[in-house]
């Protein structure tokens, strides 16, 4: 099992920027892969940015250039910097950590509470 913990959530004006933080922690050994994702109301969830063990990263096209995902394995953290925020970067942002473990190997995936991020004048 993997706890995962955001913060950095803020009501923010469009143009400015934010840095939300996921803390990690029990099985984090077995995490191969970390992201965050973003959920509005009645709306499926949809992926932000992950990065792998390897440091590959994957971003959605809405936010590629703007965000940055970043990853400290030693602290069991990953990071996610928003610059130029929109309005319609409001949404939760979901921490979300895959793991990988016995034999044969099994995938698991594990999600945060959220934390909310609101763009507006």
């Known amino acids: 099992q993997v706890q995962l913990v955001e913060s950095g959530g803020a009501s923010v004006q469009p143009g400015e920027s934010l840095r939300l933080n996921c803390q990690a922690s029990g099985s984090t050994s077995q995490i191969i892969k970390m992201g965050w994702y973003r959920q509005l109301p009645g709306k499926e969830r949809e992926l932000v940015a992950t990065i792998r063990n390897s440091g590959s990263t994957v971003y959605a096209e809405s936010v590629r250039g703007r965000f940055f995902i970043s990853r400290d394995r030693g602290e069991n953290t990953v990071n996610l910097q928003m610059n130029s925020l929109k309005p319609e970067d409001t949404a939760v942002y979901v921490c979300?950590?895959?793991?990988?473990?016995?034999?044969?190997?099994?995938?698991?995936?594990?999600w945060g509470q959220g934390t909310t991020v609101t763009v507006s004048l």
């Open positions: 979300h950590a895959e793991t990988i473990y016995g034999t044969p190997e099994r995938h698991s995936r594990f």
